[in-house]
């Protein structure tokens, strides 16, 4: 992975779960959609599928910006670790196509039957909270700086 990678911490997290929520917005309405996504660890982009005729897609054409969230459902306080991230999302390029099946596939081997409608979440930004580290801690990554702060 590049040096400007996040946390290892924050990698671990999203490779252990598998359902993100997306958040985009179009004339000031907001709107959230759940999706399964696989992590492609050479690039450092979530891939999911998601059809062309969806709301959230459409907005996702009009605007490449998008926000999202990744979480552990537990009721334990100590336990509580989420992700919230922003960037862009768009179709892969053509040399992308291949490895970002690949990852999605490997992930979920039962899609290959399914016509896959493939797009990619580039993060520029990611807060990561994990309880576990101790209470409200939180770890910060920024593409632009390539740097995990902590607070």
Same mark, same amino acid.
């Given at each position: 992975?590049e040096?400007? =990678?996040?946390?290892?911490? *924050? *990698?671990?997290f999203?490779?252990?779960?598998?359902?993100?929520?997306?958040?985009t917005?179009s004339?000031?309405?907001?709107?959230c959609?759940?999706?399964f996504?696989?992590?492609?660890?050479?690039s450092g982009?979530?891939?999911?599928? =998601?059809?062309?005729?969806?709301?959230h897609?459409a907005? *996702?054409?009009a605007?490449?910006?998008a926000?999202?969230s990744?979480?552990?459902?537990?009721?334990?306080?100590?336990r509580l670790?989420?992700?919230?991230? =922003?960037?862009? *999302?768009?179709?892969?390029?053509?040399?992308?196509?291949?490895s970002?099946r690949?990852?999605?596939l490997?992930?979920?081997p039962?899609?290959?039957?399914?016509?896959l409608?493939?797009?990619i979440?580039?993060?520029?930004y990611?807060k990561?909270?994990?309880?576990?580290?101790?209470?409200?801690?939180?770890?910060?990554?920024?593409?632009?700086?390539?740097?995990?702060?902590k607070?």
């Amino acid at each position: 992975m590049e040096t400007n =990678s996040p946390d290892p911490r *924050i *990698i671990r997290f999203i490779r252990k779960h598998h359902v993100m929520t997306i958040a985009t917005c179009s004339d000031g309405q907001p709107w959230c959609a759940n999706m399964f996504y696989a992590y492609d660890d050479a690039s450092g982009f979530l891939v999911f599928t =998601s059809d062309a005729h969806t709301r959230h897609v459409a907005e *996702i054409v009009a605007n490449g910006k998008a926000a999202g969230s990744i979480v552990l459902e537990t009721k334990v306080v100590g336990r509580l670790q989420g992700l919230q991230l =922003s960037g862009t *999302i768009r179709k892969p390029a053509q040399h992308e196509e291949g490895s970002m099946r690949k990852a999605y596939l490997t992930r979920f081997p039962y899609a290959a039957m399914a016509d896959l409608n493939l797009w990619i979440f580039a993060p520029d930004y990611l807060k990561y909270t994990d309880n576990t580290l101790g209470f409200g801690k939180k770890l910060f990554w920024e593409k632009e700086k390539g740097e995990t702060k902590k607070a």
